[in-house]
């Protein structure tokens, strides 16, 4: 990893370099996910995360490859200079830079990141809205009502495990249960809830939620 500044009259600018050849896999939920690195290790290979590095994911050398439970490792693959790591099943805490070394260093960081979830929720009028939380650490939801006549992304609460902090028009409607529940849906609560991952800037899940309008 390298990174440079750039200076722009009283602007300092620091990029990370993630054009280096940072790649980045989008994983489906609870699904394999593999990484791969284009590199012909004649010696000894291991997949790391980035910030974990004494933690070996999976390692290979010239006689067989191992991996730890919930990776998967071919060491014909390895052999043929294009070693890869399987996850077996991915979710939010499989995400990550992952690193592959070859006699100790790296040759190929590679990012999982998880497919954004889009579920449609469908209320009658005085029943909660419920937006499903992953769960991580920090996310943040907003909302973005579907009649608005200027469309902008609101900002509602942020959920750090089981703390919360909602803007006022909230306070009172939304709680932590299993989900951020907001109560007693009204027609104007229409619209996209989406769920960021503050610390990976990542967008995990938007609800699309329509509230019936009422019957005369
Ligand atoms: C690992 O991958 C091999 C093929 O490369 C497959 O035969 C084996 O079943 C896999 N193991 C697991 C635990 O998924
Ligand atoms: C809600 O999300 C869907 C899917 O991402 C998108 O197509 C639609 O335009 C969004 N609606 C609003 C009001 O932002």
């Known amino acids: 990893m390298w990174s440079y500044t750039l200076l722009f009259g009283l602007h300092v600018f620091t990029l990370a ?15 394999p ?33 191992r991996s730890e439970e919930g990776f998967n490792i071919s060491h014909d693959q390895y052999l043929k200079g294009n070693p890869h790591l399987t996850i077996t099943a991915a979710d939010y805490s ?4 992952y690193t592959c070394q070859c006699d100790g260093t790296d040759v190929c960081d590679v990012r999982l990141v998880t497919e954004t979830q889009v579920l449609s929720r469908e209320i009658t009028p005085g ?10 650490d920090r996310v943040e939801v907003s909302f973005t009502a579907t009649d608005a006549a200027q469309p902008s992304d609101l900002q509602i609460c942020t959920v750090n495990n089981e703390k919360i902090w909602c803007s006022p028009d909230y306070k009172e409607r939304a709680s932590r249960i299993n989900t951020l529940q ?18 990976n800037e990542e967008t995990l899940t938007i609800v699309k939620v329509h509230v019936r309008g009422k019957r005369v």
């Open 182 to 199: 907001i109560k007693e849906g009204h027609v104007s609560d229409s619209g996209n809830y989406t769920v960021r991952d503050v610390e």
């Open 17 to 31: 370099a993630t054009v280096s050849g940072e790649r980045s896999v989008t994983a489906k939920l609870h699904h």
């Open 127 to 136: 029943e909660p809205i419920d937006v499903y939380l992953p769960l991580t």
């Open 94 to 97: 499989t995400r990550g830079l």
């Open 33 to 65: 996910a593999t990484l791969t690195c284009d590199w012909k290790c004649p010696g000894s290979l291991k997949w790391t995360l980035f910030d974990k590095p004494g933690n070996v994911l999976a390692r290979c050398d010239q006689t067989s490859c």
